[in-house]
Nanobody, 115 residues
């Protein structure tokens, strides 16, 4: 079992920055990929970014060049640095982990971007 707890969401003006954190606990050694997804009201949950156990990263097109995912293995934490935020980035952001062929999700953290 893996538990994920997100933090760092909040209200920010367009053009501003936020850093989300996701702390993992439990069967840490079984974690492979970790990533972030988001879900805006009335929309489906969508992929944002992923980082593998080896440190390779991939991003959704709408966030490329603005968001950066990173991983601190010593702290069992994944971060999402979000810069140049746009109103369309507003959503609940969910941390995700793939461990032993099973997907785990955090409870989500709200990001609100005012125009």
């Amino acid at each position: 079992q893996v538990q994920l707890v997100e933090s760092g969401g909040g209200l920010v003006q367009a053009g501003g920055s936020l850093r989300l954190s996701c702390a993992a606990s439990g069967s840490i050694s079984s974690i492979n990929h970790m990533g972030w997804y988001r879900q805006a009201p009335g929309k489906q949950r969508e992929f944002v970014a992923i980082i593998t156990s080896g440190g390779s990263t991939n991003y959704a097109d709408p966030v490329k060049g603005r968001f950066t995912i990173s991983r601190d293995n010593a702290k069992n934490t994944v971060y999402l640095q979000m810069n140049s935020l746009k109103p369309e980035d507003a959503a609940v952001y969910y941390c995700n982990a793939l461990a032993s062929l099973r997907m785990y999700w955090g409870q989500g953290t709200q990001v609100t971007v005012s125009s």
